[in-house]
């Protein structure tokens, strides 16, 4: 088992910057591959970004790429995602989830384990 609490969401102008964090306890953190989806109201939640155990591997959705950026801290149990350039679109509830297969993965049904969500609101 492992617990997921995410942080960083918040209001912010279009344009500006935010930088979710996602702390991980109970189990090895780099054991797990690690993502970001999100949650806007009204839709369904969506594939965001993922990272490898390692770091060295990232995916993105095209409608982040070049604007957001994952990363994690093994050594702190933490995974990152940093966005940059925010538009109102970007306005969701944002969750880190964890899969323990080995490949990055951008489905839903590959990770086990979720986090709370963080509410991330970009005002135009």
């Known amino acids: 088992q492992v617990q997921l609490v995410e942080s960083g969401g918040g209001l912010v102008q279009a344009g500006g910057s935010l930088r979710l964090s996602c702390a991980a306890s109970?189990?090895?953190?780099?054991?797990?591959?690690m993502g970001w989806f999100r949650q806007a109201p009204g839709k369904e939640r969506e594939f965001v970004a993922t990272?490898?155990?390692?770091?060295?591997?990232?995916y993105y959705a095209d409608s982040v790429k070049g604007r957001f950026t994952i990363s994690r801290d093994n050594a702190k149990n933490t995974v990152y995602l940093q966005m940059n350039s925010l538009r109102p679109e970007d306005t969701a509830v944002y969750y880190c989830?964890?899969?323990?297969?080995?490949?990055?993965?951008?489905?839903?049904?590959?990770?086990?384990?979720w986090g709370q969500g963080t509410q991330v609101t970009v005002s135009s």
């Open positions: 989830a964890g899969s323990l297969d080995g490949a990055i993965r951008t489905e839903e049904y590959d990770y086990s384990y």
């Open positions: 109970g189990r090895t953190f780099s054991n797990f591959v």
């Open positions: 990272i490898s155990r390692s770091g060295r591997s990232t």
